[in-house]
């Protein structure tokens, strides 16, 4: 903490420097017409070298203003698009403040205007609705990288996990020279990329890739950099390989290498530790999927959302099951992984191939301690607790390919193809309690093994087609995902447990061995027609059909001896089920001047058949049958206007069917303290979904400010149904529907430069309310839950050799229970950063982070507090700057591990992982940054 505070000062103590500047100098842009320009680029140079010294745009008035300005020979330059570039030299005046001449811009001739843009180079400038930054004018050490550069623009903030935040959003999507070739917020890009190879930046709001084919704007967007490179540096490619080795017999290895050209893009990505890095986070793997990635419209499903064939997945929900390479959160505990994938583009005469190969394995170690108390009706609690030992080990092969085809100007043909094969084993240990009093005690240990193997495909097609009259279109898919898993497994647990009454308990002592082989197949299907209605009004009509056959064989055999197995025929099932889904739906679309408004309408009916069995061909003991019709509304709006504001507002009605896994009859035992059991008799959960929103930025100021609300209202909502044995205290889950929860959650920021291009704040507030309904023993009880977020992150660059970056937010989680309201809870989790970048002389760098957390809860006394401190001290050598020795420090203080507390509807609970803590590294890296540029002046 104290390091913390020691930063602060220091960024006080700087700024506090870099304020007693000389000058103020102020004035205003017109055109010879005497209209004021709006967005005009207008730049502070040196007379000397023409170095910038400070820049800024004009704001609705044409007026600028330039504070804190040293005393020192200066240039003024104004550049607009359209007009000549206007220059003169100041004669500084004795006193603080210059008042400089009206500026009168002249409009160009259209035959010179090519010239005097590339000779009125501007460090920013607005093309239209794109903010267009020129990288040549902002200044970055050598060998730095395309994230230091984005560090230096104005309006552009990277947050503590590398992503890029522009006028307040979170960019979304990458591309190169107009390509989208790393996917979303593409640190691999960032972080490699020479900032010397690069050109301009330009970010805009990119339409969706369905709005793009039919014309016909849907109010999708999509925050868009786009990284234009020079034209010498696209000839080679850039990466990095490197390796570390230290304390504890810690390692560390990675290694990359990207090359494209104007058809052809190619990244290969490589990487093993045993530090608790999986290599990848969602971010990294979106950059590594490239162009595949954020395919708008690629599943095929049209229409409106709120309820439909996307909703039905069978694929298990968790990353395990997915076809998307694995972003395993690996920072708990102790893991070894291994990782290659392997991604290649191509990209010529409207034909768009995409493609990507992904291995990873990881060895994961989980040592844990938790308490959870539980609460009961009449005002009484029990408690449990649980100390683990679970060993996972997981590796996954995936493949990816899409190929686009543009067969002429009124037909494109889309293919999809998904591959997956994964192996998954887990071994668990655990010592289980159940606590009422000192003299009222259970106790388990457990002894559970799984080895799981699954693979799955999914094959899409999707077809489009313009009609010669603009705006009519048609579009047809269909797809088919099948998936298959086999799972064998044996649990054990000693069980010395409360006296129960009831013979059928299963809060007993087992020694079972499990069969399971879960099957599934799903066909999809739907068509889209739009009609266009004079020029700004469309009709859009859609269908969806889909249908999912599955299988799941679940057999349990208790072990009377080492050689003999009973089948258990309550617990083992074998069910078979079916689920048809037809769905068709009408909007009608207004699009003009910037306003976007979307009504609609659609009816969607489910069909549930399904049987079930002790085992495949045996007496049928039960059948689900059930059919559910519903009509769900769609509204939604948005609005651009000037000076880069927008409004939105929506509402849609949601149906989401049964899962599977909450439909499944049957018990799993796998804990006998907690059982969980499937319910055929589930109805669709239906929510009530209201958006609305306020953005805007401001290019002249870099002022920005969001607002949104978004409230949900639940029908039938499915939750679980706790039946709690009041004398062995065991829960039995089995989920059941619900009425009445509700959610609001309202987000308020505002982000302001505290100084122009050197310190940036971004402030923030969300708090929350939810309503959430449990069953308990079948009666219905309230929790509610205000949760009061804020939090301010900072971006301070007041030299060119320093960098300082702090944030810190704070939550308080208030928890009501309605029938045990002495039991309310008070949560609070703090959480504070700092980053300082130092440039030393001779190419020396230091790096210092310190991260602090505080987990707090006075109710049962539980105050954890974990400053986490890593260091890093690294010089560059070599004429380019391509290699770096660095020395690392990771968590000096040794504080590491993984603390988690929460409220739920009838209980709160805290945790603790061992993690890996204290290890020092030293390490070698050599970075391929393309090929080499002229520095810039």
Excluded at 342 to 354: E, G, P, Q, T, V
Excluded at 749 to 775: C, D, M
Excluded at 798 to 807: F, H, K, M, S, V
Aim: proline share 3%; glycine share 6%; hydrophobic share 35%.
């Amino acid at each position: 903490m104290k390091f913390f505070l020691s930063f602060l000062l220091l960024a006080a103590v700087t700024f506090a420097s870099q304020a007693q500047s000389k000058l103020t100098i102020r004035g205003i842009v017109k055109d010879t017409t005497n209209v004021s320009l709006d967005y005009t680029s207008v730049l502070l140079l040196s007379p000397k070298d023409s170095a910038l010294v400070a820049y800024t745009l004009t704001n609705k008035a044409g007026e600028y203003q330039f504070k804190n300005v040293d005393r020192q020979p200066l240039l003024i330059k104004a550049t607009y698009m359209g007009y000549l570039p206007f220059q003169k030299e100041l004669v500084l005046p004795e006193t603080d403040i210059l008042e400089v001449d009206e500026i009168q811009l002249k409009p160009i001739l259209q035959e010179l205007y090519e010239v005097v843009v590339k000779a009125a180079k501007a460090p920013l400038m607005m093309r239209g609705d794109t903010l267009e930054y020129d990288a040549s004018k902002f200044k970055v050490p050598p060998g730095a990288t395309l994230e230091d550069l984005l560090r230096k623009l104005p309006g552009m903030q990277i947050d503590a996990n590398g992503n890029i935040i522009a006028q307040g959003e979170q960019v979304q999507k990458v591309t190169v020279d107009g390509r989208r070739f790393f996917g979303g917020n593409t640190k691999m890009a960032t972080q490699n990329l020479n900032a010397e190879s690069i050109s301009k930046l330009q970010l805009f709001d990119d339409k969706s890739e369905q709005s793009k084919l039919t014309g016909v704007e849907d109010g999708v967007k999509e925050k868009t950099l786009n990284v234009e490179l020079k034209e010498e540096a696209k000839k080679g490619g850039f990466g990095k390989v490197s390796a570390a080795g230290g304390t504890d017999e810690r390692w560390t290895a990675n290694a990359s290498f990207n090359k494209f050209d104007k058809v052809n893009q190619f990244s290969v990505i490589g990487y093993g530790n045993n530090v608790n890095q999986s290599g990848l986070s969602w971010d990294d793997l979106q950059e590594f999927r490239g162009s595949s990635a954020f395919q708008f419209g690629d599943t095929g499903d049209f229409g409106f959302s709120g309820g439909g064939g996307n909703y039905i997945v069978f694929s298990g929900g968790d990353n395990e099951e997915s076809f998307e390479i694995p972003f395993n959160n690996l920072n708990s505990g102790y893991s070894n992984n291994q990782a290659v994938g392997i991604n290649y583009n191509y990209l010529k005469d409207k034909k768009d191939f995409s493609s990507n190969y992904f291995y990873s394995r990881s060895d994961q170690i989980l040592e844990s301690v938790n308490s959870r108390t539980n609460f009961l009706q009449d005002n009484t609690s029990f408690t449990s607790t649980d100390q683990s030992r679970q060993n996972n080990m997981a590796g996954h092969h995936r493949v990816n390919l899409r190929f686009q085809n543009e067969l002429d100007s009124a037909n494109t043909i889309t293919l999809t193809a998904k591959g997956r094969l994964s192996t998954l084993n887990t071994i668990l240990f655990s010592h289980q309690e159940l606590i009422r009093s000192t003299l009222e005690q259970s106790q388990m240990d457990r002894d559970n093994q799984s080895d799981k193997w699954s693979g799955a495909f999914q094959g899409t097609a999707i077809y489009r087609h313009k009609f010669k009259k603009n705006g009519r279109n048609f579009a047809a898919s269909i797809s088919d995902t099948y998936s298959k898993a086999d799972q064998d497994g044996t649990q054990k647990a000693v069980v010395d447990h409360l006296n129960s009454t009831d013979p059928n308990t299963y809060f007993q002592s087992l020694d079972q061995v499990i069969q399971a082989l879960n099957g599934s197949n799903l066909i999809k299907s739907s068509l889209l027609y739009v009609e266009p209605i004079k020029k700004i009004f469309f009709w859009e009509t859609f269908y969806n059909f889909s249908q999912s056959t599955s299988e799941t064989n679940r057999q349990v055999y208790d072990v009377e001896t080492s050689d003999t197995r009973e089948l258990n025929p309550e617990l083992s099932r074998f069910f078979d089920n079916k689920i048809t889904y037809n769905r068709i739906g009408s909007s009608i679309r207004y699009a003009n001047k910037g306003s976007n408004l979307s009504v609609g309408i659609a009816a969607s009916n489910y069909r549930l058949n399904g049987e079930f069995s002790v085992v495949e061909g045996s007496e049928i003991l039960g059948r689900v049958d059930k059919i559910y019709l519903n009509f769900t509304p769609n509204v939604s709006y948005w609005k651009t206007m000037k000076g880069n504001k927008r409004i939105n507002a929506s509402y849609a009605m949601g149906v989401t069917p049964p899962s599977i896994a909450d439909l499944q009859p049957f018990k799993d035992i796998s804990n006998p303290l907690y059982i969980r059991e499937g319910n055929p008799d589930l109805e669709p959960e239906v929510s009530h979904s209201f958006n609305t929103g306020y953005n805007m930025y401001d290019p002249a100021t870099f002022i920005n400010f969001r607002f949104s609300f978004n409230a949900t209202f639940y029908q039938n909502q499915v939750v679980q149904n706790q039946t709690i044995n009041p004398e062995t205290l065991v829960t039995t889950y089995k989920s059941g529907n619900a009425s009445g929860g509700q959610r609001f959650y309202p987000y308020v920021g505002f982000g302001f430069p505290i100084v122009k291009t050197k310190a940036n704040a971004y402030l923030y507030a969300n708090p929350s309310y939810t309503k959430s309904l449990s069953l308990i023993n079948s009666i219905e009880t309230e929790t509610h839950t205000y949760s009061h977020n804020f939090g301010a992150n900072f971006d301070l660059t007041p030299l060119e050799w320093l960098g300082l970056y702090a944030g810190s937010s704070f939550r308080l989680s208030k928890t009501d229970y309605e029938q045990n309201p002495s039991q309310n809870q008070d949560i609070v989790n703090w959480s504070a950063y700092s980053n300082a970048n130092i440039k030393l002389p001779k190419d020396f760098y230091l790096d210092v982070k310190f991260n602090y957390n505080r987990y707090k809860n006075e109710s049962f006394g539980f105050d954890q507090k974990v400053p986490i401190l890593n260091a890093s001290f690294y010089k560059l050598l070599g004429e380019a700057k391509k290699w770096e020795v660095r020395l690392s420090a990771n968590d000096i203080f040794n504080k590491n591990q993984t603390i988690s507390q929460y409220a739920g509807q009838n209980y709160v609970s805290t945790g603790r992982i061992e993690t890996l803590a204290r290890y020092f590294l030293l390490g070698l890296t050599y970075n391929m940054r393309g090929i080499e540029v002229k520095a810039r002046r």
